[in-house]
């Protein structure tokens, strides 16, 4: 599993001259959850500020998952800060702005898209039991609410780090389980955790790995849960501070990254040629003939039907034209009649006339 916090030799001295940090080296792999504890002055809270770069290391080099951000410019630093939640113990809230707006605040300012925000807050409210408190403002939670909206605001953005600076130090033992099991959550979801706090006890029931500090040193570091160790003589100190070697830590040799193999066209080609090759050709064949043999009456019936269909329009108009002649010559024969029979009876009109004519001549 790969390292998400690395302390190689790290020292702190402040300007005033206090030590903060003296040699300390330890690491914390990704995905795990630590406690960091220690009396007031032990240098949990100046752990916290190198690794959020609020403070710089006077030496040794911290690693952020195998990134070194001691050297790291002024101008980058907010950019690595969006990898880290914080949670802090007086809460940091915005007393004008809803317990929504709040939580909300914190994906605006890395210019997350509203649609995602309106998606992604209410399934964190709801993940630390605040939904139902959505519009109720700072001043109207009590202090376990406070430090809920605090985690929510700490893992909107999925952060791969979680820094708890004493999360439960204003919270009575009641609330501090309930933040305690918020962060618990968190953390199997694979967030890494480090949690700062001076509640021995909390720390026992949630049997975790528990960091232990005094005066600057790492003086013990436990793997089940929290046993008051003694200082380990000097000796000692490479056994129980892993990682103590800078240029092994940087000589190590990362994992080459397999390559998928690239699929040419020509190959697709043959293996679709193979496939169909192994298909049964025969049958489909078969069948593609039958299926044209018993569609193909379907379409010369329907040929004969509309030739039929045509030849009898084509019978009818003729027979419609033989009628409409027959009439015509019927029409013209009798017209022909008619006139012939008119014209015989002017003719023996004409004939009986001259016959009186005849006749009175011979009288006279």
Do not use: W
């Given at each position: 599993m790969a390292d998400s916090i690395n302390f190689v030799r790290v020292s702190k001295r402040y300007a005033n001259g206090v030590v903060a940090l003296r040699d300390v080296s330890f690491s914390?792999?990704?995905?795990?959850?630590?406690?960091?504890i220690g009396e007031s002055g032990a240098g949990k809270s100046t752990i916290v500020k190198l690794l959020t770069?609020?403070?710089?290391?006077?030496?040794?080099?911290?690693?952020?998952?195998?990134?070194?951000?001691t050297g790291l410019y002024e101008k980058h630093v907010p950019y690595m800060r969006r990898k880290i939640g914080m949670i802090f113990q007086d809460y940091r809230l915005i007393d004008t702005k809803t317990v929504y707006e709040n939580v909300a605040f914190a994906m605006e300012i890395v210019g997350a898209p509203p649609r995602v925000i309106a998606r992604r807050v209410p399934i964190v409210l709801r993940m630390v039991g605040l939904k139902h408190r959505s519009n109720a403002y700072p001043t109207q939670l009590s202090g376990g609410e406070a430090q809920r909206v605090g985690i929510a605001r700490?893992?909107?953005?999925?952060?791969?780090?979680?820094?708890?600076?004493?999360?439960?130090?204003?919270?009575?033992?009641?609330?501090?389980?309930?933040?305690?099991?918020?962060?618990?959550k968190v953390n199997k979801e694979g967030t890494t955790v480090l949690c700062c706090t001076h509640d021995i006890e909390l720390v026992r029931r949630m049997n975790h790995r528990v960091l232990?500090?005094?005066?600057?040193?790492?003086?013990?570091?436990?793997?089940?849960?929290?046993?008051?160790?003694?200082?380990?003589?000097?000796?000692?100190?490479?056994?129980?501070q892993p990682n103590m070697d800078l240029e092994r830590i940087l000589?190590?040799?990362?994992?080459?990254?397999?390559?998928?193999?690239?699929?040419?066209?020509s190959t697709i080609q043959d293996d679709i040629e193979r496939i169909l090759s192994r298909l049964p050709r025969r049958e489909a064949t078969e069948a593609d003939e039958t299926l044209e043999t018993v569609e193909a009456p379907e379409l010369d019936t329907e040929t004969e039907?509309?030739?039929?269909?045509?030849?009898?329009?084509?019978?009818?108009?003729?027979?419609?034209v033989s009628d409409d002649e027959s009439d015509g010559l019927a029409e013209t024969e009798a017209e022909t009649a008619k006139d012939t029979s008119e014209t015989d009876a002017d003719d023996n009109i004409d004939d009986d006339s001259a016959k009186l004519?005849?006749?009175?001549?011979?009288?006279?």
């Amino acid at each position: 599993m790969a390292d998400s916090i690395n302390f190689v030799r790290v020292s702190k001295r402040y300007a005033n001259g206090v030590v903060a940090l003296r040699d300390v080296s330890f690491s914390i792999a990704d995905g795990e959850f630590v406690f960091v504890i220690g009396e007031s002055g032990a240098g949990k809270s100046t752990i916290v500020k190198l690794l959020t770069r609020e403070e710089k290391t006077s030496s040794g080099k911290i690693l952020l998952n195998n990134f070194d951000i001691t050297g790291l410019y002024e101008k980058h630093v907010p950019y690595m800060r969006r990898k880290i939640g914080m949670i802090f113990q007086d809460y940091r809230l915005i007393d004008t702005k809803t317990v929504y707006e709040n939580v909300a605040f914190a994906m605006e300012i890395v210019g997350a898209p509203p649609r995602v925000i309106a998606r992604r807050v209410p399934i964190v409210l709801r993940m630390v039991g605040l939904k139902h408190r959505s519009n109720a403002y700072p001043t109207q939670l009590s202090g376990g609410e406070a430090q809920r909206v605090g985690i929510a605001r700490a893992v909107v953005n999925n952060p791969r780090i979680i820094l708890a600076d004493e999360p439960t130090g204003n919270l009575d033992p009641a609330n501090g389980e309930s933040i305690m099991a918020a962060l618990n959550k968190v953390n199997k979801e694979g967030t890494t955790v480090l949690c700062c706090t001076h509640d021995i006890e909390l720390v026992r029931r949630m049997n975790h790995r528990v960091l232990e500090f005094k005066d600057g040193h790492l003086i013990s570091d436990t793997g089940g849960g929290y046993t008051s160790l003694p200082l380990p003589p000097r000796h000692e100190m490479a056994e129980v501070q892993p990682n103590m070697d800078l240029e092994r830590i940087l000589r190590r040799r990362r994992e080459p990254v397999r390559e998928e193999p690239v699929v040419s066209a020509s190959t697709i080609q043959d293996d679709i040629e193979r496939i169909l090759s192994r298909l049964p050709r025969r049958e489909a064949t078969e069948a593609d003939e039958t299926l044209e043999t018993v569609e193909a009456p379907e379409l010369d019936t329907e040929t004969e039907e509309d030739t039929s269909v045509e030849e009898v329009l084509t019978v009818e108009n003729e027979e419609e034209v033989s009628d409409d002649e027959s009439d015509g010559l019927a029409e013209t024969e009798a017209e022909t009649a008619k006139d012939t029979s008119e014209t015989d009876a002017d003719d023996n009109i004409d004939d009986d006339s001259a016959k009186l004519e005849s006749e009175d001549q011979a009288a006279v």
